[in-house]
């Protein structure tokens, strides 16, 4: 439990108080400014700590941007004295480093390391994204992502928190994949100076193949990068994956999560390390470029089988390697039954695919964080040079404006000072459905 005179930031104290997992009990933050001074009194449970910032804001952005950072700054000290376990971020808690970085006026160097008490490690791994992104990142404000959900896969995984729903299940896959089309239709005027094409959500290709031909034709022949989550091996067909070439779709993800078949069985996956060797050729054999997510941290693993995992990865040579950490979330089926492996235990995991993915001649390229990540960690996505996704660049950085099409997808406008206006639509099928001709409307309205 916390507790603050400054109630405004009572929830970025939560975030920062909740990364430290193994405490529990009262804390108290409280702040007052004090001539040029802004004075922090921390208690945790019996210990008081006090802190004092020099502060001279120029405006009132500034104003509560420096409340806010010291007290979770002053927090974030005050629980590392008090448990002995600093974190790899610091006090920092956002699910975006690299964009804050981008935001430092600063060197963000100095800012990671010395203010927000970023681990040296991590403050490199940024300057690596930073670095590698030249080029693509890009502010234009008429630059456009299109990006379309299909919250079906063939089962649930154990760790999923998604909205997907098991299309065996699903009895409104018509009436949705219909929707789907008559939105993008709708939007279609506004779909101009388009970088990229994303279809993801769940798997998009566990619809059958008249429903995947449909919506791939529905969103017409693309020449830009264009990416389909085939996500499960068990879903991906030579079938399918004629048609994602005939409409010029550029790059697919096939998702082992682990080559161990025993996980994959234990995390509700219904297919084995095999099959996803298989589906890579087969996907390979039509020249897409291909992601491959990994997760460290799956029930039982070890480090040495979350190795053999990077390992077969690399062996195999996809252009993109995206290292996930298991992040347990409401929502998930493991959250219930939670096994846990110690945040070290997790950090060597992670701090060997970095190392071997670089030796491999992969750059990290993205970076974002969740809430409750197995220890305190990152998702980071690999490339091999010149094959960076562009839409993962956009979608972190918040650089582009998002053309969002189906349920729980989330369209954005970013204004000319970096301000975000969102337009979400419903999780539930049944519920976008009904709201479909709404969103139309108030997409056209705000693009
Ligand atoms: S494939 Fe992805 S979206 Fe589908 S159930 Fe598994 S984790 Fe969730």
């Known amino acids: 439990m916390i507790s603050t005179n400054y109630q405004v930031y009572q929830s970025d104290l939560q975030e920062v108080l909740n990364e430290f997992v193994d405490f529990s009990g009262q804390v108290c933050v409280n702040g007052q400014i004090k001539d040029e001074n802004f004075l922090v009194d921390v208690s945790v449970l019996e210990k008081s700590y006090s802190y004092q910032y020099l502060y001279c804001p120029n405006t009132p952005l500034e104003e509560k941007r420096l409340q806010k950072r010291f007290l979770k700054l002053s927090l974030y000290k005050s629980l ?35 203010t927000m008490l970023v681990s040296k490690e991590k403050t490199q791994l940024i300057a690596k994204i930073l670095n590698t992104q030249k080029g693509i990142y890009n502010r234009d404000s008429n630059n456009k992502d299109l990006f379309i959900s299909v919250p079906f896969c063939p089962s649930r995984c154990e760790y999923c928190s998604f909205i997907s729903n098991e299309i065996g299940k699903e009895p409104l896959k018509n009436e949705y ?61 030579q079938t399918k994956l004629e048609m994602m070439k005939e409409f010029n ?91 846990k492996l110690t945040d070290r235990e997790v950090s060597l995991m992670v701090e060997y695919a970095h190392n071997a993915l670089a030796k491999a001649g992969y750059n990290p390229y993205y970076l974002y964080r969740q809430k409750y990540m197995a220890g305190n960690l990152e998702n980071t996505g690999y490339a091999k040079p010149n094959k960076e996704c562009v839409y993962n660049i956009d979608i972190m950085e918040e650089t582009t404006d998002i053309l ?44």
């Open 80 to 114: 590392v004295s008090y448990t002995g376990e600093s974190l790899p971020w610091g006090a920092l808690t956002g699910i975006r480093p690299t964009k804050l970085a981008y935001q430092q006026d600063e060197n963000f160097e100095d800012f990671f390391l010395n």
């Open 177 to 237: 994949i219909d929707a789907l089309i008559y939105e993008i239709e709708a939007s279609k005027a506004k779909i101009d100076n388009i970088r990229s094409v994303y279809i993801g959500g769940g798997t998009p290709v566990s619809l059958s193949d008249d429903l995947f031909y449909k919506l791939l034709n529905g969103i017409g022949k693309q020449n830009v990068e264009y990416t389909i989550e085939a996500g499960r091996p068990d879903a991906i067909t």
């Open 249 to 339: 779709v550029t790059r697919v993800c096939v998702n082992p999560q682990t080559f161990n078949d025993k996980t994959l069985i234990k995390i509700g996956r219904r297919h084995t390390a095999n099959d996803i060797m298989e589906k890579y050729r087969m996907v390979k054999d039509f020249g897409f470029d291909v992601n491959m997510d990994l997760i460290a941290g799956l029930t039982g693993e070890t480090f040495e089988d979350f190795k053999y995992s990077v390992d077969t990865a690399i062996s195999l040579n996809p252009e993109n390697i995206t290292v996930h950490t298991l992040s347990l979330k409401a929502g998930s089926i493991l959250k219930e039954t939670v096994h």
């Open 404 to 447: 969002a099409n189906g349920a729980n997808a989330v369209s954005k406008k970013v204004g000319e000072n970096g301000k975000i206006t969102r337009i979400g639509a419903p999780k539930n099928t049944q519920a976008y459905l009904s709201k479909v001709e709404t969103l139309i409307k108030e997409k056209n309205l705000l693009f």
